[in-house]
Structure formats: structure tokens, C-alpha cells
């Protein structure tokens, strides 16, 4: 009798913690409340050979004029240019950014590099993503 009981009140519970399934999200495994970076932008599908483009947002916090010396990227695929390369305090320009999705297939990244006279943030980093077919 003793030997019921034990395994009545001791493994019992211990099974029910193990056979409980988890929670899945409905939003494919990620948060619903997901938080946005205004630096990446995600082009989501593509076909091959489309070319796509976006405008990100650079902002002068500075007290004083911010100066953009150049933007490059990470590829030939991805083409950038600021609107504006003065911006004076609180003054906002945008990066138009051109990804040409030749030559690629399934998911990539790619980077465009704001070089500033900032010397507390002297690049900004911009990345774009796309899921080629």
C-alpha cells in the first residue's frame, strides 16, 4: 500500500509538469510586440532581377550644422545618396537607397554607410533586407 501511494503522490505530479505542451506564438515565433528599427528595412519577397528601393531618415540632434561626407554600401547590388549633405540642427534628409536583386537568390542583407563630421557617430549603419525568388 505504502508503494501506491509513493507512486501516487510523488511521480503522478511530476509527470503532468513533462506532458504539458508549450506555448507556440501565432506570430511565427516572435514577439507581437515587436520593436522596429528605424535603421533596417526589410524588403520582405522579391523576384529575381527586381530592383527595390526605400528612404531612410538621418536627423541632425546636433546643436550645430552636421555635415554628410559621403555614403557607400556593401556591394555594387546597392546604390545610395543623401538628399542633403548639410543639415542644420533638428533638420532631417533622406538616404534613398536602390537594391538591384540580380544575381541573388533566397535571403540578404546588405549595408549603406553615412560618413558624417560627427565625431561621436561618424558612420551610420543602414541595413536592407530582401528574400530573393
Known amino acids: 500500500m505504502k508503494v501506491l501511494l509513493i507512486i501516487l503522490f510523488v511521480f503522478f505530479p511530476l ?3 513533462f506532458s504539458q505542451n508549450p506555448k507556440v ?10 520593436v522596429l528599427d528605424p535603421n533596417l528595412w526589410d524588403f ?28 557607400t554600401t556593401s556591394c555594387g547590388c546597392t546604390a545610395s545618396a543623401a ?22 537568390k533566397g535571403e540578404t542583407s546588405q549595408f549603406v554607410y553615412v560618413n558624417t563630421d560627427d565625431p561621436d557617430n561618424s558612420v551610420i549603419k ?8
Open 83 to 104: 538628399k542633403k549633405n548639410i543639415l542644420a540642427p533638428q533638420e532631417s534628409t533622406q538616404i534613398s537607397v536602390e537594391f538591384n536583386s540580380k544575381g541573388y
Open 126 to 133: 543602414f541595413t536592407i533586407k530582401a528574400f530573393v525568388q
Open 15 to 17: 509527470t503532468g509538469c
Open 25 to 34: 506564438s501565432s506570430s511565427g515565433g516572435q514577439d507581437s510586440e515587436k
Open 44 to 71: 520582405g519577397s522579391i523576384k529575381k532581377d527586381q530592383i527595390v528601393s526605400h528612404d531612410f531618415q538621418v536627423k541632425n540632434n546636433l546643436s550645430r550644422k552636421l555635415i554628410i561626407n559621403g555614403v
